[in-house]
């Protein structure tokens, strides 16, 4: 059963899903902490590269499957033009300002 993204419990990733579900650009990159960093099945990516490639330009959108870590970590149906949908993994880093300092997805 999906969990709407209104519904999850962390404001910072429900912003985040909010942000890649409406491909707003500008909303996703203000809620990033300065510096903030990424991985992708365990390897570190450029992140800006990362978000055009896998989440903008390919249309990107989650479906939450669930949360747990007090909603800092879900499972989800993540598809997006290049990749079609695959069952993901994702985890986040919330820093004391409310932003997201890192995240982290993969295959789940």
């Known amino acids: 059963m999906t969990i709407q993204p209104a519904k999850l419990r962390d404001p910072a990733v429900r912003a985040f899903v909010h942000a890649v579900n409406s ?16 991985a992708d099945d365990g390897a570190d990516r450029d992140l800006a590269v990362w978000i055009d490639q896998e989440i903008f330009s ?21 598809r997006n033009d290049t990749w079609g949908e695959m069952r993901t993994r994702w985890t986040f880093t919330v820093a004391d300002d409310g932003r997201i300092s890192r995240f982290e997805t993969g295959h789940a």
Not at 58 to 64: D, Q, W
Request: negative net charge.
């Open 58 to 78: 390919s249309h990107g959108h989650l479906e939450v499957d669930s949360e747990s870590r007090g909603g800092r970590a879900l499972v989800a149906r993540y």
């Open 23 to 38: 491909h707003d650009r500008e909303g996703f990159m203000s809620l990033l902490a300065p510096g903030a960093t990424m």
